[in-house]
């Protein structure tokens, strides 16, 4: 097993995108993050005739965007719709909800208009309940949902799991059609590619140091050299820190992880995917995973094990719950164990708008693949004053969080009672 090594790279190993050869003194806008926000912005950005610079710390792909598990779907929200209509009652619960169909819509068609292939496909996701209240919840949740918002889903009960998936761990779950995967590595080298060709300027490598306002702009310090730009947009997600302040004090970095299975036979693969589906599961802290692309090998992730525990902890943990769900998996070794990390918020939504005199989108709660694509095009349009800017997420308060030095901390301390929860439950199930 190979320390901290992630899968995708084994597919694309060189996203392949070289400095600009030159910094210009002035740009219209800076972009801070090299993520699919970052990259999402630029490309709009660009092509409405913008000088654009977007500056990534390391190589491009060396945030999430190039780590994630790369399912994609509408990502509703964390609170589900009980929750977030308690919060916000009924008519912008809908309109926060209808927003993640947006974002898959856009995002499909993105994708499809410019020609992106990232081994796209929507074949379902199947979400496992745990325990028959789960179940239950769950059908009231899809229920809703299909009501209300048209979401194709079925609920499908235990006696016809096998259909979904070979597992007999869960108590049935409902199917969501709306979902799937995507290569994440190839999705972002796309769009990079795509800024690039637009006319953004792409400074890997090249950290933004420093930033000073003055009459004529922004002063922002780099790698590279010193450049004024009349916007700032901050896309650095989990990512940020002290240097991009006004992301970095308002999201929770939540330390998370994924693992690859080494290549299994057809027949097994068919067994425990006979749809091609992508899975997760009820509870607190729960499990996703999906086949590849190539419908080889298995991804499990999650935020099993210890927060920043080494490869070979983290790799345990995810064993532990992937044989829970697939016991005939006991000889299967991982050729892959890495991490990553996601963006959390005090209300569990994502953010866009501008904050601190930045502009900035992201705190995507560990859901951010269709979402950011989205922003990066909204984020856009609010920059140049189009219409159609507007999201049903603009009025959501995004304060800095109280006590944010101990957040990460706290975060820790919460994970480890859910996970307290989640065994408690499982004890308890008939
Ligand atoms: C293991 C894992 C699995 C996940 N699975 C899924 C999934 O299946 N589906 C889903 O929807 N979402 C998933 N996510 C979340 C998703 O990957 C993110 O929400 C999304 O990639 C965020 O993109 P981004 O561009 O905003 O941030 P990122 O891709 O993280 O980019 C931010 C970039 O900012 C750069 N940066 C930071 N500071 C500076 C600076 N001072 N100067 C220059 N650059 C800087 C960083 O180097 C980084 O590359 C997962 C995340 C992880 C970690």
Redesign the pocket.
Known sequence: MAEQSVYWDEEVLHIGIAAASALPKTVDIAI???????MATAIHLARAGRQVAV????EIG????A??????GP?FHKLGTQGLIARYGETKTLALLREGLNALDYFEDFLREENLDCDFRLAGRFRGSRTQADYEVQAREGDWLKQNLGLPFDMIPKSEQRSEIGSDFYKGGGVYHRDGGVQPRTLLAALARCAEKAGALLFPNC??ENMQKDREGTILKTRAGQVTATEVVV???????R??SAMHKRIVRID???VATEPLAPELMRELSPKGRTFGESGRIFM?FRPTPDMRRFIF?GRMGRPGGDAQQRANAVRASMLRVFPQLDHVGFSHVWS???AYTGDHAPHIGREDGVWLA?G?C?????R?VYFGMKLARKILGQRHSDTAFDDLPFSPLPFRPFAEFGAKVLTKWYVWQDARDLRSRQ
């Open positions: 801070i993050g090299g993520g699919y926000t970052g500056f990534e710390a390391g060396t945030g999430c965007s780590r994630n598990g790369g399912m994609v990502s950290a933004v896309a650095t997600n989990a990512y940020s820190d240097r991009t998370t992880g994924a996703w992730g990553g990390n996601v992201g995507y560990g859901s951010g693949v269709t950011s």
